[in-house]
C-alpha cells in the first residue's frame, strides 16, 4: 500500500513556493488517493491538475496501482484550517459552537486563538442592530461560508 507520509511529501514538494496548501488527504485501502486543496488566493482547475499530474509522475503504477483524485476545496464544506479563516475574511459565515449554538455574520478578524465577527442584524424595535463577537476558537465546533444569492 502507498503510504499517506509519501504523498503529503509530493504534495508538500509540488506545492512549495505556492500560497496553496492541502486541506485533507487520504489513502484509503486500494491505493485510493485523494486530496483537498485550498489556497490564500483563488484555487482553479490548472492547480489540480498541476498537483495531480506532479504526484502521478513520482509513482509507478507498474509497481503499485492506485487511483488519485485531486479536487478543490468546497464553499459549502466546513474549514478544516485556521489558514482558511485568514483567506476568508469579510465573508458571512456561519459558526457552530460547542455548545451547537449556531453565529451567523461577517469574519472581520483572525488571529491564533480567536476569531472577530460581526453578528448578523436582529431586528430590535424594527431597527438592525450588529454587534461584534471575539470568538476563542477552543469553542467553535465549525465554520463555513454563508453562500448568499442576489
Not at 488527504?25 to 506532479?54: E, M, P, R, Y
Request: include cysteine.
Amino acid at each position: 500500500m502507498i503510504e499517506k507520509a509519501k504523498i503529503v511529501e509530493l504534495a508538500n514538494e509540488c506545492l512549495q513556493d505556492t500560497d496553496k496548501y492541502v486541506v485533507d488527504l487520504q489513502v484509503k485501502t486500494g491505493n485510493i488517493i485523494s486530496i483537498v486543496l485550498d489556497g490564500d488566493t483563488a484555487l482553479n482547475i490548472v492547480d489540480c491538475i498541476q498537483l495531480s499530474k506532479f504526484i502521478e509522475s513520482k509513482l509507478d503504477r507498474e509497481i503499485e496501482d492506485f487511483d488519485l483524485k485531486v479536487s478543490s476545496f468546497g464553499a459549502d464544506k466546513p474549514f478544516k484550517l485556521k489558514r482558511q479563516y485568514q483567506k476568508n475574511i469579510g465573508r458571512d459565515v456561519e459558526i457552530t459552537m460547542d455548545d451547537d449554538k449556531v453565529l451567523q455574520g461577517k469574519l472581520l478578524e483572525v488571529n491564533e486563538e480567536m476569531i472577530k465577527i460581526k453578528l448578523s442584524g436582529k431586528k430590535k424595535k424594527d431597527q438592525l442592530t450588529e454587534e461584534d463577537l471575539m470568538i476563542d476558537f477552543d469553542h467553535i465546533k465549525q465554520t463555513k461560508c454563508t453562500l448568499i444569492f442576489r
